[in-house]
């Protein structure tokens, strides 16, 4: 069974950081590309940040960039987002998750997702 | 980047037809095959109910159906039930020449009457 289960929010002020993790059991991580996206309290869906396979290609929103930093260690089946600079927008539940993928062709969705953690930034 | 615009909400009758609307801009929903939809229920996590446009997981059921024309994609949801109320989330790959990566919609709130 797929399971993604994310760890590491809490509260931090603003100009603060914070490190989330992504915990993946169930199928073979280094072989799947990763997201991260967000959901700030009673808003909708945001993208974070991609990271590939092989950890090679990133990107991210325009929001978060040159702030926040997404990782991965195939070999803990672990994907990170190293969040700094934490602004109040940066509020949210954090999702991981897995993008598609069928018969060895890599998609644009996304099929498996986490539970969640929740950062809030505020003083 | 610019959000894909929703209409905020959508409503029907049990076993009525209903259609979500996901405008976006020849950079994304308009320039690729790449749109899903994803359902969320309070409290949940997004699930999946269509991908590569027209595409549905296995386990999804048949009335979740999804089209694209133009900068404009649709998701629809024939003989509605009650089950079917939640939040419902286009999505898109995009590319310009300042970004790469994925944009959401703006989210719909559909309301089983």
């Known amino acids: 069974e797929v399971q993604l289960v994310e760890s590491g929010g809490g509260l931090v002020q603003p100009g603060g950081s914070l490190r989330l993790s992504c915990a993946a059991s169930g199928f073979t991580f280094s072989s799947y590309e990763m997201n991260w996206v967000r959901q700030a309290p009673g808003k909708g869906l945001e993208w974070v940040s991609y990271i590939s396979s092989s950890g090679s290609t990133i990107y991210y929103a325009d929001s978060v960039k040159g702030r926040f930093t997404i990782s991965r260690d195939n070999a803990k089946n672990s994907l990170y987002l190293q969040m700094n600079s934490l602004r109040a927008e940066d509020t949210a539940v954090y999702y991981c998750?897995?993008?598609?993928?069928?018969?060895?062709?890599?998609?644009?969705?996304?099929?498996?997702w986490g539970q969640g953690t929740l950062v809030t930034v505020s003083s | 980047q610019s959000a894909l615009t929703q209409p905020a909400s959508v409503s029907g009758s049990p076993g009525q037809s209903i259609t979500i609307s996901c405008t976006g801009t020849s950079s994304d929903v308009g320039g690729y095959n790449y749109v899903s939809w994803y359902q969320q229920h309070p409290g949940k996590a997004p699930k999946l109910m269509i991908y590569e446009v027209s595409n549905r997981p296995s386990g999804v059921s048949n009335r979740f159906s999804g089209s694209k024309s133009g900068n404009t994609a649709s998701l629809t949801i024939s003989g509605l039930q009650a089950e079917d109320e939640a939040d419902y989330y286009c999505?898109?790959?995009?590319?310009?020449?300042?970004?790469?990566?994925?944009?959401f919609g703006t989210g719909t709130k559909v309301t089983v009457l």
């Open positions: 999505s898109s790959y995009t590319s310009s020449s300042t970004l790469e990566g994925y944009v």
């Open positions: 998750a897995r993008v598609r993928e069928e018969g060895g062709i890599t998609g644009t969705s996304f099929d498996y």
